[in-house]
């Protein structure tokens, strides 16, 4: 169980320093894939809360969804984000340990064999010891599970951080996210037959959303006993399909202090084992409606501990 002297929840950070007892670090690479999420004739323009074509627009190539190839663009824009970014982190952190990771839009929307390409082609520029791929549950199917259960047999260890924001299909619907609760369930079952570590994504403050339907999904997500929760406060971008609601005064994202409550309120749900991997969003600053002068990550992670111990409170307290 844990206690004031513990850590209170099991952080990312923690895990990782455990896990290999040397500086391991991620290296995020978006490898050009799209979201069918956002393509025209499906719920075209995307996730109410997403910008127009996000940060990282400039290597978007749709073509990854429909083609086998890798071209030789792309091959040089990986290396390069390869080598900038293990150059920094060893520079800056004395990285040691290195884990691969597909950061931008649906990291499993294309065909198999360009996922193989771009998969292998990445994981040949270092020596990567995981390999993390963040997706949404309708580009997960058995083949796709498959393939990613090969690398594993490879010998990485493979997570997929898999988005469900809510487990309310009323939300689900209100905000455009094209999937349900159910077909998130289905590519979940699909991974964790294989053994391949998830960690869930959600979002708190939606639209329509309170402290009650928060808990209810809080409550799910720890019955599935993910490997890891990844935990956003609503952003609203300029160039997103929200911001005209929240200009016209229909939404609002949670404060500090209510941001505060939910993310405790998720860790005490969560079992022990589940890692706690973030517990707030990153965007923008000059491209974000809201929340404007919400804490710094670190700053928001301190408070998190000291209110914890303030409270008594330790992850798993309301785990049934
Ligand atoms: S799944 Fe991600 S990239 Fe796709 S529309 Fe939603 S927020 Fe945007």
């Known amino acids: 169980m844990h206690n004031v002297e513990d850590e209170l929840f099991t952080s990312y950070g923690t895990y990782l320093k455990q896990k290999y007892g040397a500086p391991a670090f991620r290296v995020g690479l978006d490898a ?8 025209s004739g499906r719920n075209s323009p995307g996730c109410c809360y997403c910008d127009a074509f996000g940060a990282r627009a400039m290597y978007q190539r749709t073509k990854g969804a429909d083609s086998d190839q890798v071209d030789e663009d792309l091959k040089a824009d990986i290396q390069e984000q390869t080598d900038k970014a293990v150059r920094f982190l060893k520079k800056r952190y004395g990285a040691e340990y290195f884990l691969l990771y597909f950061q931008a839009f649906s990291s499993t929307y294309g065909t198999l064999q360009h996922l193989r390409n771009v998969y292998d082609y990445a994981l040949s520029l270092q020596n990567y010891r995981e390999l993390i791929i963040s997706t949404r ?7 796709k599970a498959d393939l990613l259960l090969e690398y594993k047999e490879r010998g990485y260890d493979v997570w997929v951080e898999l988005g469900l924001q809510s487990a309310h299909d009323k939300t689900l619907e209100r905000i455009n996210r094209g999937h349900s609760v159910s077909d998130f369930e289905d590519a979940y079952n699909l991974l ?7 960690a869930v994504h959600l979002i708190f403050g939606l639209p329509g959303e309170g402290s009650s339907e928060i808990v209810e999904t809080c409550k799910y997500v720890a019955k599935l006993k993910p490997e890891g929760l990844k935990i956003h406060n609503l952003h609203i971008p300029y160039n997103s399909p929200l911001y005209k609601d929240f200009s016209a005064g229909k939404v609002s994202v949670p404060t500090v202090e209510e941001h505060l409550d939910y993310v405790i309120t998720a860790i005490e749900h969560m079992p022990e084992s589940t890692i706690i991997m973030r517990l707030t969003c990153d965007s923008q600053e000059d491209e974000r409606a809201a929340p404007k002068n919400f804490l710094k990550k670190t700053e928001f992670y301190n408070l998190v501990r000291n209110e914890m111990k303030k409270r008594n409170s330790f992850q798993g307290r309301l785990f049934l």
């Not at 050009?32 to 393509?39: D, E, H, Q, W």
């Open 192 to 198: 964790r037959k294989r053994g391949i570590k998830i």
């Open 32 to 39: 050009g894939f799209s979201c069918p999420n956002r393509l």
């Open 137 to 143: 549950p309708d580009c997960i199917d058995e083949q």
